[in-house]
T-cell receptor
Framework: GNSVTQMEGPVTLSEEAFLTINCTYT??????LFWYVQYPGEGLQLLLK?????DKGSNKGFEATYRKETTSFHLEKGSVQVSDSAVYFC????????????FGIGTKLQVIP | GAGVSQSPRYKVAKRGQDVALRCDPI?????LFWYQQALGQGPEFLTY????????KSGLPSDRFFAERPEGSVSTLKIQRTQQEDSAVYLC??????????FGPGTRLTVT
């Protein structure tokens, strides 16, 4: 079955630092890949996605590139802000038509001023 | 409403009590999912509805868990005879068929 492995947190960074959160996956075929974000007190939101190999998803200054050869989808941001403090989940859908999603464990990011 | 809503937001139950958690999906969304998120973990799939049909209940951890969506809109997740290991956040998500899932804020269940 599908599985996702992502680095455990918490990750604490100073404002304007560079962020990388590693994610690798195991799946049958070539599924889409997602990053979700969960801000304190809020529901999960889709942050970005990539649907095929070498695609780059981007949103709000975050980027992730679908690397088939390394089965990875690392999340990066060049300059984090305090408002980026949240929990980030790497995820992939199943191959069925209704896209049941398998999530990683989540990485908590805290950005300090 | 504009998004997925869930109620109650917080629920405390004594061990052995039955609980019912409600999800109001986005209007017109055919697909509805329930996930369970234990503390410090990612969400784990429980069950899936397409309209009123429960097509996948492979993630339900025991026969104490039951979900329904009788009219293809609002859904209820019921947990009978709650146990401490049921303590978690229960997330509901809805989507158009095969499209992006929109999540509700979740219901935090604490079993004492």
């Amino acid at each position: 079955g599908n599985s996702v492995t992502q680095m455990e947190g918490p990750v604490t960074l100073s404002e304007e630092a560079f962020l990388t959160i590693n994610c690798t996956y195991t799946a049958t075929g070539y599924p889409s890949l997602f990053w979700y974000v969960q801000y304190p007190g809020e529901g999960l939101q889709l942050l970005l996605k990539a649907t095929k190999a070498d695609d780059k998803g981007s949103n709000k200054g975050f980027e992730a590139t679908y690397r088939k050869e390394t089965t990875s989808f690392h999340l990066e941001k060049g300059s984090v802000q305090v408002s980026d403090s949240a929990v980030y989940f790497c995820a992939l859908p199943n191959s069925g038509g209704y896209q049941k999603v398998t999530f990683g464990i989540g990485t908590k990011l805290q950005v300090i001023p | 409403g504009a998004g997925v809503s869930q109620s109650p937001r917080y629920k405390v139950a004594k061990r052995g009590q039955d609980v019912a958690l409600r999800c109001d999906p986005i209007s017109g969304h055919v697909s509805l999912f329930w996930y369970q998120q234990a503390l410090g973990q990612g969400p784990e799939f429980l069950t899936y509805f397409q309209n009123e049909a429960q097509l996948d209940k492979s993630g339900l951890p025991s026969d104490r868990f039951f979900a329904e969506r009788p009219e293809g809109s609002v859904s209820t997740l019921k947990i009978q005879r709650t146990q401490q290991e049921d303590s978690a956040v229960y997330l509901c998500a809805s989507s158009l068929l095969g499209r992006e899932q929109y999540f509700g804020p979740g219901t935090r269940l604490t079993v004492t």
